[in-house]
């Protein structure tokens, strides 16, 4: 019988629909069922494509025996911390404090009024590895509960007291200027992996955000040492295990220091990340291997993320069925050269075998190899490479495929927005900038309320109980703002302005200019969740300071532009010790130090071929965080283009930065010249 899961939204609760656990959904429901109960809450906090969690699910939810023992002696809540980061952060900063690590599965147990006194992550069934099993996690839990809740709660009461001693205090609200960039790029440079591009030891995450910042910190100062770390990391991952070489797209991790074997699942965020990260990269040095991997990245998360409603779903999972019923991880992606064989023939399995560095003993497990790109002595037929990986990627697809999570998140579509725009406006793929587009719409139509707040997520078309958080308003802004830029349409300005007043009027400490994760007016948890470091998305308070830098940019608005500098005193503060976690702070800090400039075109109409000519100059301009308002002579649809006229009759372009204009220009050249240098 299903428990009460079976009516959300998540595809995470979902998996755990038919659980014996009798599970609740976070809710005031469920503590005040453990308050006339007497008992404890078991949290346990997850995501649809965590391994583990597949695990923990199969050894402990899915057993009868020890779904008693928790039905008997707690309230269980289920949570997908996708769908509610709010909760995640508060009891992960918990789980981190007192463990000195964290991870999913989070399994955390609470007093019933959300105090948190144990926490662990994964338990397994019997006892291995020094780890107790679950069983005499819960045993114990239980006993203390009953034998010593005096000195449980007073533990809880502690925790919680820590944790709001915790208060960010990060100096002063001033910006970073020339020396913090260059110190952090002296920090990034220290903990570069030269032989191998990226930054640190295994596992090591697609720096995107460090990236962004290399590449801004390069077009700005003409570093040459920001440049080559960034073009050489893009060029490794490309080429390594983490990248999809048959289907294009990221996985979330390598578990190596080489990028040759991933963390399966992939991310929208990622995807959408790096998509734009290699754009950019293109932009930049006219690199085809960076063409190459944008719009492949692209056409994957319009191929196989995107819903029947035009959102995009949040993750592919990393397991899926090998054949024989059974669920392994990257069983979808990884070949033997037996299989190579059976698909391709002796001849050309040989060829796929030398082109994708596929070996007899394997790169991964039970002889099978991720594919890569490894760098080779001889020259290969281009069309027939170009054949082999048709044929096995035709032959991959008649694989059982990944499971999808088919919820939309807000801010990850907000992410996609940016990228797909652009990646679309660079190469003349206007139907990703129409995807683009579509998944916008999604987001106002469905996710936008009257007085414009933002619901975090939907799924097949219904829309989430959840409120968004700080990085919702902030990346749908983003994407807003790039949608404006690309398309020249003055609604999405307009929608990213509604978004970031919310922000400077219920995410910003008015005292401070700090920023919080939660609104004002959100569900009160143990404390109010504040992160400012960029992890594998960017933190809401980095994203935010980078939409009110370009959206005050784009219309004079004083206030943004004021609360954009004062929430980068954070950056100031961070970016010279840990570079690598606040890099899109960093970027956005280029951004601001360089103006940024505003560039503004106009002509007679918008596809008038001289017009467009230097729309999409002004677009592939690599000065940080250049705002873009192009458009039709006396159109009123955007700020920028106020009494600008066309010069002698023919389309120009106007730049201003730091309230100072540029003689306009109709020329491209000039235009290209103002906007790299």
């Not at 923990?56 to 509610?84: C, G, M």
């Not at 191929?303 to 059974?326: C, H, V, Y």
């Not at 069309?383 to 998140?409: F, I, N, Q, T």
């Not at 109709?666 to 290209?672: A, F, M, P, S, Y």
Request: hydrophobic share 40%; proline share 5%.
């Amino acid at each position: 019988m299903p428990n009460r899961l079976a009516h959300e939204t998540s595809p995470y609760l979902l998996q755990h629909a038919d659980n014996p656990v009798d599970w609740w959904p976070w809710s005031e429901a469920a503590f005040a069922e453990a308050r006339e109960r007497g008992v404890p809450v078991h949290l346990s906090v997850g995501y649809s494509s965590c391994h583990w969690c597949h695990v923990l699910a199969r050894e402990s939810f899915e057993d009868q025996e020890t779904a008693d023992y928790l039905n008997a002696h707690f309230v269980n809540i289920k949570v997908d911390r996708e769908e509610r980061p709010d909760v995640d952060a508060v009891y992960m900063e918990a789980v981190q404090a007192a463990t000195g690590q964290g991870g999913w599965p989070m399994t955390v147990f609470l007093t019933p009024d959300a105090e948190p006194f144990y926490f662990g992550t994964y338990f397994p069934p019997a006892p291995r590895h020094g780890m107790p099993s679950f069983r005499q996690v819960l045993e114990g839990v239980r006993s203390a509960w009953a034998d010593r809740r005096d000195e449980v709660t007073e533990v809880a009461e502690k925790i919680v007291r820590d944790l709001a001693g915790r208060e960010i205090s990060y100096g002063d609200s001033q910006a970073p200027g020339e020396e913090e960039l260059a110190q952090a790029l002296l920090g990034l440079t220290r903990e570069y992996d030269a032989q191998r591009g990226g930054f640190g030891g295994a596992p090591k995450f697609p720096p995107s955000m460090a990236v962004e910042f290399l590449l801004r910190h390069h077009a700005r100062t003409g570093s040459e040492g920001a440049l080559q770390m960034a073009r050489d990391t893009c060029e490794r991952m490309a080429r390594g295990g983490i990248y999809d070489q048959l289907g294009g797209g990221f996985a979330r991790y390598s578990v190596d220091r080489e990028w040759v074997v991933p963390h399966f699942e992939k991310m929208l965020y990622d995807n959408a990340l790096l998509c734009r990260v290699y754009a950019h990269l293109w932009r930049s040095t006219g690199s085809e291997l960076a063409r190459r991997v944008a719009l492949e990245t692209a056409d994957f998360m319009v191929r196989e993320l995107r819903t029947n409603e035009g959102g995009f779903a949040s993750a592919l999972d990393a397991d899926s069925d090998d054949g024989s019923g059974k669920h392994v991880e990257g069983a979808y992606y990884v070949w033997t050269p037996a299989q190579l064989t059976e698909v391709l023939g002796e001849a050309d399995a040989e060829l796929a075998a030398q082109y994708f560095g596929v070996t007899d003993e394997g790169t991964f497990e039970e002889g099978a190899s991720v594919l890569q790109l490894p760098q080779h002595e001889g020259v290969f037929d281009a069309e027939k490479v170009e054949s082999v990986r048709r044929r096995l990627l035709a032959a991959r697809a008649e694989r059982p495929a990944p499971g999808r999570d088919d919820k939309v998140v807000a801010a990850w579509n907000g992410l996609a927005i940016a990228a797909l725009a652009e990646t679309g406006a660079y190469f003349d793929r206007p139907d990703l900038v129409e995807a683009a587009v579509a998944a916008a719409d999604l987001l106002v139509r469905l996710h936008l309320d009257e007085q414009a707040r933002l619901a975090r997520t939907s799924k097949d078309g219904h829309v989430g109980a959840n409120a968004g958080v700080l990085e919702d308003y902030a990346d749908v802004a983003e994407g807003f703002l790039a949608l404006t830029a690309v398309t020249g349409e003055g609604v999405w300005l307009e929608f990213a302005g509604f978004l970031l007043d919310h922000v400077l009027v219920r995410f910003v400490d008015e005292e401070s200019g700090a920023l919080y994760d939660t609104a004002s007016d959100a569900e009160r948890l143990i404390r109010r969740p504040q992160d400012p470091t960029d992890n594998a998305v960017p933190s809401g308070w980095t994203a935010a300071a980078g939409a009110l830098l370009s959206y005050a940019a784009q219309t004079g608005a004083e206030p943004h532009r004021t609360a954009a500098e004062r929430a980068l005193g954070v950056v100031k503060a961070l970016g010279p010790r840990v570079p690598r976690f606040i890099g899109w702070g960093l970027a956005v800090a280029e951004a601001l130090l360089d103006g940024p400039r505003e560039v503004a075109v106009v002509g007679p109409a918008l596809d008038d071929p001289a017009t467009k000519a230097l729309h999409r100059t002004a677009l592939l301009g690599t000065a940080p965080g250049a705002v873009v308002a192009a458009g039709a002579v006396g159109s009123d649809e955007l700020p920028l283009l106020a009494d600008r006229p066309l010069v002698g009759g023919e389309p120009a372009a106007y730049i201003c930065r730091n309230f100072t204009c540029d003689a306009p220009t109709t020329e491209v050249e000039r235009l290209r010249s103002a906007l790299n240098g």
